[in-house]
């Protein structure tokens, strides 16, 4: 592969491992904040006895849950993409010595 499209696709790699880190960051932020939610919400559920606090707690906690399988797919993508960018790496480092 040549030199120059190993560098375009090590640098988008990086532009891509970047804003998923961001986004990983911001969704940890938000995944904390739902939990508390989730948690005091179904303390409230305990506490009042009624079907309508019990459906706040399911639905607070179904948000918590969602949000956690997308932190989930993130951590997924960036590891595949530190794998990816690792092994490009390591044929950019295989040519140069081949030389």
């Known amino acids: 592969m040549a030199r120059s ?4 696709r090590l640098v ?3 532009e891509r491992l970047k ?4 986004e990983l960051g911001v969704n940890e932020e938000q995944l904390l904040f739902l939990e508390d939610e989730a948690e005091d919400a179904r303390l409230r559920g305990l506490m009042a006895e ?7 707690a399911r639905d607070a ?12 797919g993130l951590v997924l993508s960036i590891a595949d993409l530190a794998r990816e960018q690792d092994a490009l ?3 950019m480092a295989a040519e140069l010595s081949a030389r």
């Not at 804003?19 to 961001?22: N, S």
């Open 5 to 8: 499209i190993l560098e375009r």
């Open 12 to 14: 988008d790699i990086s």
């Open 19 to 22: 804003r998923l880190r961001a």
């Open 50 to 56: 009624t079907p309508l606090a019990e459906a706040v």
């Open 61 to 72: 906690r179904r948000h918590a849950d969602t949000l956690a399988r997308h932190r989930d």
């Open 89 to 91: 790496l390591d044929r």
